[in-house]
């Protein structure tokens, strides 16, 4: 994807957080980035509504849009605290960032509406001041299926990185469970139906999935040496 162009529509200090973002970054100072990040954040929030409203295109209602936004902001607000999170340096690659997770929310909302349309007042709460928010239940539950997310993606993503022949030759030097985790992996199979095929937990088979991917890495450096 191409950098964006920015509109103009962003305050000048945008881009001096983003520089002293991404120095903090460099720099390993924790607090410092979660701060910045969060300025960054607020300071774009307009950015993520209308970005949210041009991706909708009529086929989110008000509500649905809404929840998208919050969605977007909410998964955009955790990045620094994910194992990739936001690794760029310029105010295009932040503005595309941006695209992309709205992007995942308004379909991610779309989906979610047309399956738990009747379940919507357990994924809220109304606050004091009569808007709805995530209960905190949702907001852990969002966290931790996004990081699962995460996982399966950079997981399929490593392993397509991976040559036919060197798969040919690693799995058969795995012990059994590692090498059906990764053959479930291959294959493209939901995290549901691993978990059917192996007889295991979620949490289980994350683990799993962890402990097979460090082995096929050291079995990726024997076969290179």
């Known amino acids: 994807m191409e950098a964006a162009r920015d ?14 973002f991404v120095a903090a970054r460099r720099a390993g100072d924790g607090p ?9 954040v607020t300071l774009n929030f307009p950015r993520v509504e209308q970005l949210v409203y041009l991706e909708s295109n009529g086929r989110l209602s008000r509500e649905e849009e ?23 340096s ?7 960032l941006f695209k ?7 379909v991610d909302t779309q989906r979610k509406e047309e399956r738990h349309s009747t379940k919507r007042s357990s994924l809220h709460t109304v606050g004091d001041d009569g808007d709805e928010r995530y209960t905190r239940d949702a907001y852990e539950a969002i966290l931790r ?13 490593d392993l397509r990185a991976l040559s036919e022949k060197f798969l040919a030759w690693a799995l058969p ?9 990764i053959e479930c992996d291959l294959e493209g199979l939901p995290i549901e139906e691993i978990q059917d095929r192996m007889g295991r937990k979620r949490d289980a088979v994350y ?10 890495m050291k079995l990726r450096e024997e076969y290179e040496a």
Request: net charge positive.
């Open 7 to 20: 509109s103009g529509d962003v305050r000048d200090g945008d881009e001096t957080i983003l520089r002293l």
């Open 32 to 40: 410092a980035v979660d701060r910045l990040w969060r300025e960054l």
């Open 66 to 88: 809404q929840d998208a936004v919050q969605l977007a902001a909410l998964r955009i607000m955790l990045m620094p605290r994910r194992k990739r999170g936001f690794d760029g």
């Open 90 to 96: 310029s105010k295009g690659e932040l503005i595309n």
């Open 100 to 106: 992309k997770v709205v992007h995942a929310a308004c």
């Open 145 to 157: 299926k996004e990081e699962e997310r995460e996982d399966t993606e950079q997981t399929r993503k």
């Open 173 to 181: 030097r795995l012990n059994k469970n590692q090498r059906a985790m």
């Open 207 to 216: 683990k799993l999935r962890e402990r097979s991917m460090k082995a096929l």
